[in-house]
């Protein structure tokens, strides 16, 4: 008796189930991928420390510190795709720092920015929209050269 | 009796959390973030290049101050003050580098009344052949010359007219350190 009791239990809930996954059948769906790279650029090692920003937009400020060679810098670049029907925010999750790393040291990038900022929309009929992604460098005092690097999530989600 | 009623509870939580998880539907994505940082050398001026005082001579003349803060003067009758060549920290944030200076061939210091000029500007270099320009291409050989920390002392010579006019005179002069 009580294994039968169960089992209508568990037949129930696969029936209230059943329903919710059909729904999905015409899903909502979301799709990023990333183009281009966050670059801040090509500096001299600063006696003293200093900041780089780029912000989501592409601009570049600096502070206490001097480009130098083959300066190319620019914002990260995203391609955000909607499928399904209507016309849903998303949310954009990024890091709150990344930590890049060289042959013998490492840089902390924070103060992550997006554009747009928190959530974003994909207007129909294209479902299409670019999202960026920009931050500060701290660069220390006597920060040894090299090339440094990192990867970093960006997260969206459809909201209804 | 116990065991089943939480396996129960168990599948009726799990159904109701899933759904929710598949309605928000999520895509993620990484990028790359870079930078390079490059090696600096740095040359900060810590004492000026002072000639001192002297009396105007009638028929013109010179001084000299060396690299090393030595005065000798010619045709001029020197009047005291302070004399010393000027000097400069050469540093280079990481490593230790060599390096080769370049300094002007010559300068113009003014009162505002006059003019006069400064020129054969010497350093405290063993080898300035090797190691020090007045411009174009980098002199050589570099093993000849010194690497990061370096005080740099550079002299020069004051060329005085007749009747120089008399007046404080001051002028700047860049001294530039660059890596072989």
Same mark, same amino acid.
């Given at each position: 008796m009580r294994n039968l009791t169960l089992t209508l239990l568990i037949a129930a809930a696969v029936a209230v189930a059943g329903p919710l996954w059909?729904?999905?059948s015409e899903p909502q769906g979301i799709e990023i991928r990333n183009l281009t790279s966050l670059s801040f650029g090509s500096f001299v090692s600063p006696a003293a420390g200093g900041q780089v920003t780029v912000g989501p937009d592409g601009s570049r400020m600096l502070s206490g510190v001097v480009p130098v060679g083959?300066?190319?810098?620019?914002?990260?670049?995203?391609? *955000?795709r909607v499928r399904g029907t209507g016309n849903p925010n998303y949310v954009i999750t990024i890091p709150t720092s990344i930590t890049l790393t060289g042959p013998s040291g490492s840089m902390?990038?924070?103060? *992550?920015? $997006?554009?747009? $900022?928190?959530?974003?929309?994909?207007n129909p009929?294209?479902?299409?929209?670019?999202?960026? *992604?920009?931050?500060?460098l701290n660069?220390?005092?006597?920060?040894? $050269?090299?090339?440094y690097s990192a990867t970093f999530p960006v997260t969206v989600h459809l909201v209804n | 009796m116990r065991?089943?009623?939480?396996?129960?509870?168990?599948?009726?939580?799990?159904m109701m959390l899933a759904p929710a998880a598949r309605g928000q539907s999520g895509s993620s994505f990484s990028s790359e973030a870079n930078a390079a940082i490059v090696a600096?050398?740095?040359?900060?001026?810590?004492?000026?290049?002072?000639?001192?005082?002297?009396?105007?001579?009638?028929a013109g003349g010179t001084v000299v101050v060396s690299a090393a803060g030595a005065l000798s003067v010619t045709g001029v009758t020197h009047a005291g003050g302070a004399v010393s060549a000027a000097s400069f920290n050469v540093n280079q944030t990481q490593g230790q580098p060599i390096f080769y200076v370049e300094v002007p061939a010559s300068i113009t210091i003014s009162s505002g009344a006059g003019t006069m000029v400064v020129d054969t500007f010497t350093t405290n270099l063993a080898n300035p052949a090797a190691c020090v320009t007045t411009g174009g291409p980098a002199p050589g050989p570099r093993g000849q010359c010194p690497k990061t920390p370096f005080v740099l002392s550079v002299g020069a010579t004051l060329h005085i007219g007749a009747n120089q006019p008399v007046g404080s005179y001051t002028g700047t002069f860049d001294v530039t350190a660059n890596l072989f």
């Open positions: 059909a729904q999905t083959s300066d190319a810098f620019g914002a990260a670049s995203f391609e *955000v902390t990038i924070d103060d *992550v920015q $997006s554009l747009p $900022s928190g959530t974003g929309k994909a009929p294209a479902r299409l929209d670019t999202l960026t *992604v920009g931050g500060t660069i220390n005092a006597l920060q040894p $050269s090299g090339a | 065991r089943a009623i939480q396996f129960v509870v168990t599948i009726a939580m799990g600096g050398l740095s040359i900060t001026n810590t004492v000026s290049l002072d000639f001192g005082d002297m009396f105007a001579p009638p």
